[in-house]
């Protein structure tokens, strides 16, 4: 146990066997489309929290507007991947395009105000009668171009669609979303102390969602978007192909070899369509991988290069590397806007392994307080800490509720059927998840409050 604590990679190495033989044992204790759904989401969840450990683990900045960078990500999937509507083009793209202009104008005649004018009560007043007369103006043309696109057909479109592009593209315009959002919050916010940067970062997250969700025109609100594009083949398409059967007949010959030939057919067909899930969730997870890797090694690279010593030297002591002459709010903002990106890529990977778009799905104190926690148990500042972090977290979160039914089970086997308190806790296991995340949050702190896998720092001699 020495040697494990002492040896960073032994540690990993063993974190990461115990997670595989989590899954596995789900795959064979469950099933494997169960834990090839949960490896998915897991993939998500690990890019997600790398990018929150950038934002934290470098350079100690307390975000708390995770699903908002996430929402983002999920828009960048929708805009993309959806084909335009054209007939809500017609209805009201002129005047849309018109509020767009009339909003450009707005803030360039904000920013010539602020350079041309002297520090005063004169340009206050004027700065305020240009953003009320603008909001007034940008109405003009905004609120006609609303209506008459929400309009078309509401029931299947309301909305102007997207560019119809592989949805593919969206995971890199979701990151470019999120990084632009960040780059506009982090010049308001990052002046703030932590305490306040959080509670700022929450309020813009709550704000970019409720956006999402009255916008109609843009993403149909809480109406939904669904049946988004993949860039994996369709099960119903694979279960027409000849290839596919073949391969599936093959692959499970020596069960079929004894079977008459209607059984033999019924049997082909429902392992056909078994393998069909199986084969689309294990293509999601190779893309999914490929990303988490890419991710993974920039982020490492990056750690380990000196702009990452300067970061966490900026964390550690800010006041004296400000001495040092390091601009340490251009600094934090660079890392906010990356990390955030991060964020949005993964945004966009989650809607496109949904195939819909459902802004009333991110719940910001929820799910923020989740990759949150996989950060701090996997060990923040430590990148494969933020993997595992992920990997564990999510499993957890999907297995408390089934495994607390059945120990609850287990527990209360020898009651009556209609005791009151084996009613009530059978009852009360699905609230499990909550309570292993406290109790998991509880532990790590504790016997390793650095995580799992605690930031290796190196000293140089």
């Known amino acids: 146990m020495s040697a494990l604590t002492a040896n960073p990679r032994l540690r990993a190495t063993a974190a990461f066997a115990v997670m595989a033989a989590l899954l596995v044992l789900v795959g064979f204790a469950q099933s494997w489309s169960l834990a090839l759904a949960i490896i998915n989401l897991c993939l998500i969840s690990a890019i997600m929290a790398l990018g929150v450990n950038i934002q934290w683990g470098y350079a100690g900045l307390f975000n708390v507007g995770i699903m908002g960078f996430a929402a983002l990500g999920g828009v960048a999937a929708l805009l993309v991947s959806m084909p335009a509507v054209p007939e809500a083009w017609a209805a009201g793209g002129v005047n849309l395009a018109f509020s767009a202009l009339a909003l450009i104008a707005t803030i360039v005649a904000i920013i010539a105000c602020m350079r041309l004018m002297r520090r005063g009560p004169g340009r206050t007043l004027a700065i305020v009668v240009l953003v009320v007369g603008g909001f007034f103006f940008i109405r003009v043309f905004y609120d006609p171009a609303v209506t008459a696109i929400e309009a078309v057909d509401s029931a ?28 506009l919050v982090g010049k308001v916010a990052l002046g703030l102390r932590s305490d306040y940067l959080a509670i700022a970062t929450l309020g813009i997250s709550e704000i970019i969602i409720t956006m999402l969700k009255n916008e109609d025109w843009l993403t149909r609100g809480v109406k939904n978007v669904t049946g988004l594009p993949r860039p994996v083949p369709y099960e119903i398409n694979l279960q027409s192909s000849d290839r596919f059967i073949g391969w599936v007949e093959w692959l499970y010959s020596g069960r079929l070899a004894d079977l008459g030939d209607s059984e033999r057919a019924a049997a082909l067909q429902q392992l056909v369509i078994e393998n069909s899930s199986l084969f689309v969730k294990l293509c999601y997870a190779g893309l999914f991988t490929i990303v988490l890797l890419v991710v993974l090694m920039l982020s490492v690279l990056a750690l380990n290069s000196p702009w990452g010593r300067m970061m966490r030297a900026i964390r550690d002591n800010e006041v004296s590397a400000g001495a040092m002459g ?90 009556a059927e209609d005791n009151r308190l084996r009613a009530h806790l059978i009852d009360s296991a699905q609230h499990m998840r909550l309570f292993v995340m406290g109790l998991l949050l509880l532990i790590v702190l504790r016997f390793s409050p650095g995580g799992l896998l605690p930031e290796v720092v190196r000293r140089q001699s």
């Not at 307080?369 to 148990?377: G, K």
Request: charge should be positive; proline fraction near 3%; charged fraction near 5%.
């Open 156 to 183: 299947k479109t309301g909305y102007l669609g997207g560019l119809g592009l592989p949805i593919v593209l969206s995971w890199f315009v979701g990151g470019l979303f999120a990084a632009g959002a960040a780059w």
């Open 326 to 415: 390091k601009n340490v709010t251009k600094r934090h903002l660079q890392i906010f806007v990356l990390g955030s990106a991060v964020v949005g890529i993964a945004g966009a990977m989650l809607t496109t392994l949904d195939g819909q778009f459902t802004p009333g799905t991110y719940n910001p104190l929820r799910f923020t307080f989740l990759v949150w926690v996989m950060v701090i148990v996997g060990g923040s500042g430590n990148n494969l800490g933020a993997v595992i972090g992920g990997f564990l977290i999510w499993f957890m979160w999907v297995e408390a509720e089934p495994v607390g039914t059945w120990l609850m089970g287990v527990l209360t086997a020898g009651m």
